[in-house]
């Protein structure tokens, strides 16, 4: 089978057994009933469904939330505050220690440079991404946040943190994640998103990334940001070296939170990266991105929203439109991913009109406005 070929990429995958005594039209049936899939069954789908079963799940599980045809877009730019990081990941081809030459903080003009670039082009998202800086107070990230609020206004939003960043910043200015989440609140933060968290299992932070959090402490933090009243969505990274099982048990762990809090906006996932990274390694390909994506649609039955990466796939990505996805960015820039080889194009018109050209109708989504919007013909109001 091809999938069976295409799966070696990922050398655990090879190790997974095909669970006895399911079928297809079980987990259809399921499936068109409204009722969930367990993780015997997500095993099943990806060893055995094609990537038209798949497609069909998918497409059943969005169509609980969005008009078959509609999807959303917005564009946007990460903004790399800092490069300087003291977390060490070594599938990070981005960061300096603070020891080394390189390093570098943004100023508040930098940055205000940077957002003016992108309202320019039609954006109005800018997302905060840096490394975990030693030197770096709890006030530089209040000074800056409430200066953005100050001067945009409402007329652009900003993802503020990444729960990584958040939990090191906390932790590093002693303070509880519930009391850091309201000083950020004061400062006009209104969105603290999921980003950073690549595969949420204990296993796979001892392998890769033992200085950035643990899970539960991801988790921890992410319930007090919801609980603080500030809006998060949630994120994932495939293509180091994660088994199948570990990316289950990140789809599952998101689930049950979304369970928990109906506090998750958002699910994105994107493709690693390896180039220039101590790890290294070669990229997955686009079809297992895609069957992927498909899964993570049927899984996690209650996010509405489920974002395909133009970032790391390029005009490929539009193609997970067909594969569960209903939203995408145009980034302008993200440092992280650009130095591990991630290619951006400011063409967005003929972005959009791939899009087109698989059948939907893609519409701006103004973060700015509030959230939702949703597309037009959503049945979430
Ligand atoms: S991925 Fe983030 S936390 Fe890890 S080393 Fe790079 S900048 Fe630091």
Redesign the pocket.
């Known amino acids: 089978m091809v999938w069976q070929r295409l799966a070696l990429y990922t050398g655990s995958m090879s190790q997974l057994t095909v669970p006895l005594g399911i079928t297809f039209s079980d987990i259809a049936a399921k499936v068109t009933n409204g009722s969930r899939i367990g993780s015997a069954e997500a095993r099943w789908l990806w060893i055995n469904a094609s990537d038209s079963e798949l497609c069909s799940l998918a497409a059943e599980v969005r169509g609980r939330f969005h008009a078959s045809t509609a999807c959303t877009y917005m564009v946007m730019r990460i903004i790399n505050y800092t ?1 300087v ?5 070594d ?2 081809a ?2 300096k220690l603070p020891s080394q030459d390189g390093g570098y903080v943004l100023s508040h003009e930098e940055v205000f440079v940077k957002l003016d670039e992108l309202l320019a082009l039609g954006g109005d998202l800018a997302a905060f ?4 800086n030693p030197h770096l107070p709890l006030s530089y990230y209040c000074d800056l946040f409430a200066s953005i609020r100050a001067r945009y206004g409402d007329s652009l939003e900003f993802y503020a943190l990444t729960i ?2 958040f939990v ?1 910043l906390a932790d590093h200015a002693k303070l509880s994640y519930t009391a850091a989440a309201a000083r950020l609140k004061d400062a006009g933060v209104r969105w603290i998103t999921g980003g ?1 968290s690549e595969i949420l299992t204990e296993e796979f932070r001892a392998r890769h ?1 033992k200085f ?1 959090y643990t899970v539960a402490q991801y988790f921890e933090a992410q319930r007090a940001i919801v609980d603080a009243g500030l809006k998060t969505t949630a994120t994932m990274v495939i293509g180091f070296d994660e088994s199948f099982e570990e990316r289950l048990e990140h789809l599952e762990r998101t689930r049950q939170f979304q369970d928990e809090t109906n506090g998750l906006a958002s699910f994105l996932c994107w493709t690693f990266k390896p180039y220039f990274t101590q790890i290294g390694g070669i990229e997955i390909t686009a079809a297992e991105y895609l069957r992927h994506l498909a899964l993570c649609r049927i899984y996690l039955d209650n996010v509405p929203r489920i974002r395909t990466s133009v970032l790391t796939q390029n005009q490929q990505a539009l193609i997970g439109l067909n594969y569960g996805a209903d939203d995408f960015d145009l980034p302008i820039e993200d440092e ?1 991913t650009q130095k591990a080889g991630a290619t951006i194009s400011l063409d967005f018109d003929r972005i959009l009109n791939y899009a087109r050209e698989l059948g939907y109708s893609p519409e701006y989504r103004h973060v700015s406005l509030g959230n939702p919007p949703w597309p037009t013909g959503s049945k979430l109001g």
């Open positions: 490069n990081c003291v977390a060490q990941c599938y990070c981005f960061y991404n840096g490394g975990f990584a960043e090191y950073g990334s950035k992280v």
